[in-house]
């Protein structure tokens, strides 16, 4: 009787161990990765996934096996055997739990550090440069002069500078409902981001009201974007498309709506997309017009079209951090 | 049928249900009965969230009033569902289960109850000035600009749950370990009673916390100070560390008692003894301790420094281990015993196999990596609704069910039980399963419009809630016809150890008749069915107790 049973459980355990290192890899679960840092996210789920596929059938394994085979039968009023525990056992299944759990924080320590997750932390001295860059809205926040200071910056991503080639760095605006993208070096103010193949780029990020959250689905990262202080995101992109950029965190009633996209093209279509919009920037009237001096719906209405901004959102936009000011006087 | 049945055998007045009344019985009751209502206006909030998802566009409701709906469904669900029906288990089976003749402090007990309406028409009533609409979570600075009295009304009510949770917590401890018979000691307790331990424990440490945080955000709200609000130099930050420093807990006072619930079905009807008792007791404080220490798991993604996510990561994994010892137990008590299919243990089999999703889903968000991915989208709202309906829900009916007889002196009806847990599981799973992938793919949570391309999947959550919701019919029905035409119960109709079991059904007013002798371990089963000369005490018993009443 034991031998028969014993090998049906190995059998059974291959079954299980094939299945999970089978679906494991190919669970499709997740959309296209477009940067390294995605990859590696991606193997960490893809174990985590194994380990999981195969836990999860061994115990609803289990579950199904004693609700067919361990059902009383009519009339039975006996009790079952008197087992209150089994020390080896539960040894076992307490220290396998405790392995795995190691081995994934110790993997997932590694994949974040990686993707510059520990880095900021030492990145103080570069915050200080970037607030002059700081884009039209950062004079008006009361509170920045106090978050200056800080010499841990927030986020994911390798500092600037710090074993890499000067990284293209953009200054991110997140403002109910919509994301302004600033290019510090060129002056270019869009509402969508473009971005090189294959180059560092550097998020600075900063929000006028409430907090956001900035979330590339593809890349796997995402990072909260607060009022009054700043917090990095920096990634290399390694496919060319256009990917969506969500604002993940409750902002208001058009959260849902506070999307725009992001776009990775070679080098030299980034660049031809830089001289589009310097062009557009320089050439007639708004030769002397500097975004950070206009007010937010002078700023917005031109690239309302631009956004898919809706009408009633537009409405709402320049007001809103005003309507903030206003609505917390007592 | 006895003399001290037909006298006093626990029959009150349906008045006194109505009343300031002092018996745990009756304050049990109230929270049940209380606790589903709002399980059915939160039920139909969500029902209400998920007809606007099932087209990309706000056409249903509108963007404001959708962010009021889920607001006060994950409030409602938490605050007063889920929460309250662990007391209500805790203040009807404690003192049974110990053998006390009531709660040690029966007034405070009071007290604590009708907080619980209080609180829900506040919370309810601000409907009426515009709901909050920021999130249960209510971080600021948007909770400071999207409508002030709503935001207020939800604080108060915040504030009054919590108080009187604090003043249950106070009673469940100081009578578990003052009032038990004597021949109880700690390791002889039924385990509820220590799940009711590590809940307390939790809620004692955590809950004035959240008082903390609100009353802070209620001064920012009101008196225009600046704890939080980054327009005056304030903080957001400190928010959301204060408020997950209670609400990471809350998941465990919410999940915990009803690991208690379970730890008492399985062995009853399945005749086995729990495996592993001590390891199921201790797991549940280990659990408890490290849920005070995992708060910024919540916040990965926001303000938090990279070497304190680390930190985090570690002490959430390490989460899983007492999850699985007690998985583990539980699937080897049922392992070889005599399974009685009825409601109580489908659900709890239902508990199982949902619980493990959600654990399992638990662990991957807990590596930072991959939560910084699907923080704030589906994946979550699918993973803590595997948790939360697969764990509390699912363990909160088989709890029902299972002391049905005791609390009525009737039996359900069990066809129409096992209707209600295949329609319950259905439901569920094609609710929320779903949505991990919806998630993992990129859409997030509390939107009112997504992309279209996520239209079909979100139509089968849509159908899958309204599986759901019509299940509660057969749950009614099963109540209903177990009041009007069941069958006499008895003390012991599952031939169970514990001691609420020795008493009349419904218990009377002063519990027992007297002093309850402890016979039996709790969970002593199978000991003397197979050997011819042995212990035959206890099978002699459970037939006497049987038969009585």
Known sequence: ?330 | MSDATIHHGGDRKWTDYFTFCTDHKVIGIQYLVTSFLFYFVGGALAEVVRTELATPDPDFVSPEVYNQLFTMHGTIMIFLWIVPAGAAFANYLIPLMIGADDMAFPRLNAVAFWMQPVGGILLISSFFVGAPQAGWTSYPPLSLISGKWGEELWILCLLILGTASILGAINFVTTIFKMRIPDMDIHSMPLFCWAMLATSALILLSTPVLAAALILLSFDLMAGTAFFNPTGGGDPIVYQHLFWFYSHPAVYIMVLPFFGVISEVLPVHSRKPIFGYRAIAYSGLAISFLGLIVWAHHMFTSGTPGWLRMFFMATTMLVAVPTGIKIFSWCATLWGGKLQLNAALLFAIGFLSSFLMGGLTGVMLAAAPFDIHVHDTYFVVGHFHYVLFGGSVFALFSGVYHWYPKVTGKMYDEIWGKIHFVMTFVGFNMTFLPMHYLGMQGMNRRIALYDPQYQGINQICTWGSYILALSTLPFLVSMALGLIKGKVAGRNPWRALTLEWQTTSPPEIENFEEMPVLWAGPYEYGIDTESEDGDEDIEDMLTEVANVG
Request: hydrophobic share 40%; with cysteine.
């Open chain 1, 1 to 330: 009787m034991n031998i028969p049973s014993s090998i049906t459980t190995l059998i059974a355990g291959i079954a299980i161990t094939l299945v999970s290192l089978w679906y494991g890899q190919n669970h499709g679960l997740l959309p296209v990765a477009a940067s390294a840092d995605a990859n590696d996210v991606d193997d960490l789920f893809n174990l985590m996934m194994t380990i999981a596929t195969g836990l999860f059938l061994l115990i609803e394994g289990v579950l199904v096996i004693c609700l067919i085979r361990f059902r009383r039968k009519k009339g039975d009023m006996t009790d079952g055997p008197s087992i209150e525990g089994n020390i080896p056992l539960e040894i076992v299944w307490t220290a396998i739990p405790t392995v795995i759990v190691f081995i994934l924080a110790i993997y997932s320590f590694e994949i974040y550090n990686n993707m510059g997750g520990l880095d900021p932390m030492v990145s103080g001295g570069s915050q200080m440069a970037m607030h002059h860059h700081g884009g039209h809205k950062i004079d008006n926040m009361v509170a920045m002069g106090d978050t200056n200071n800080s010499q841990v910056a927030i986020g994911i991503g390798k500092s600037p500078g710090v074993g890499d080639d000067e990284p293209l760095k953009v200054n991110v605006n997140g403002l109910q409902y919509a994301w302004i993208f600033t290019y510090p070096e060129t002056g270019i103010v869009s509402g969508d981001l473009h971005i090189p193949k294959d180059r560092r780029v550097l998020l600075n990020m900063q929000a006028a009201d409430v907090i956001h959250a900035f979330w590339l689905p593809e890349f796997r990262i995402k990072q909260d974007v607060m009022p009054g202080q700043e917090s990095q995101l920096s990634f290399v992109a390694n496919r060319e498309g256009t990917y969506p950029v969500i604002c993940a965190e409750l902002c208001g009633s058009y959260h849902g709506g506070m999307k725009t996209t992001m776009t990775v093209e070679s080098p030299e279509a980034y660049d031809q997309w830089v001289q589009e919009r310097t062009v557009a920037m320089t050439g007639g009237e708004s030769v002397a017009l500097n975004p950070s001096e206009l007010s937010d719906t002078d700023f917005l209405q031109s690239y309302a079209e631009d956004m898919g901004i809706i009408e009633n959102t537009l409405q709402q936009i320049p007001h809103a951090p005003m309507n903030m000011m206003s609505a917390l006087k007592p």
